[in-house]
């Protein structure tokens, strides 16, 4: 893990420029946000996620959260099937401010398209060099 400024970057993650992370497990791909997101959004206060066995599609939104700053759109990184949805998020969405990285993924699918898909993310590196691009921005 490295610091960015005041934001996590985990390593062995894939990143997508709508604030989401990656992670590859067994050919699934377990989807949460990432620690720049919560801390934008501040408090989150509602999730709204598809169902199990719901197609999700790369680029377009497969849900959203709410925060008491805004609703923002959750875009998928990559297309796929749900297998998982983490019930706890939209029983309590101040896990996502409270653990992004751990009990605060989201949903797991089956990537209808992995390896392709994969090429359109960022790795640790490009990620961490990101988060110093979107702070200079700030």
Do not use: C
Not at 18 to 25: G, M, R, S
Not at 65 to 88: C, I, Q, R, T
Not at 111 to 120: A, G, I, V
């Amino acid at each position: 893990m490295v610091k960015v400024d005041d934001y996590e970057v985990l390593e062995g993650l894939y990143y997508s420029k709508d604030y989401l992370w990656i992670k590859v497990e067994d050919g699934k791909a377990r989807i949460g946000i990432t620690d720049y997101a919560q801390k934008q959004l501040r408090e989150v206060v509602f999730a709204e996620l598809p169902s199990v066995d719901d197609e999700i599609v790369k680029g377009e939104p497969f849900g959203t959260l709410e925060s008491v700053k805004a609703v923002s759109d959750l875009v998928a990184p990559l297309s796929g099937k749900v297998e998982e949805v983490n019930e706890e998020v939209m029983d309590s969405p101040e896990i996502l401010n409270e653990d992004p990285y751990g009990n605060g993924w989201l949903i797991l699918i089956s990537p209808t398209n992995l390896d392709e898909e994969l090429n359109d993310l960022m790795d640790f590196e490009a990620a961490v060099e990101w988060h110093k691009e979107l702070i200079k921005e700030g």
